[in-house]
């Protein structure tokens, strides 16, 4: 009577922790805008990872807005 409690037991741990593995990442998005009244002569951006998107205006100075996206397994690993 003990040995089949115990199969079940075995098998919803396991369960349990491949579930775990195969979790979904963390994601944390923030933004960061930024304006300059004088246009610069160049801008220089540096990404070594994920897109960069460049969209031209008529209007006076330079308006940046950045979103950084960071993907991680666990809490830990996202600080």
Do not use: H, Q
């Not at 199969?7 to 922790?17: F, G, R």
């Amino acid at each position: 009577m003990m040995r089949p409690r115990i199969s079940v037991l075995c098998a919803t741990m396991a369960l349990l922790v491949s579930a775990s593995a195969f979790a979904g990442n963390l994601t944390v998005t923030e933004k960061l805008v930024k304006e300059l009244p004088d246009s610069p002569d160049s801008v220089w951006i540096s990404n070594p990872v994920g897109d960069v998107e460049i969209v031209g205006s008529d209007s006076p100075g330079l308006l940046a807005t950045v979103y950084k996206t960071t993907t991680a397994p666990d809490r830990p690993s996202l600080k």
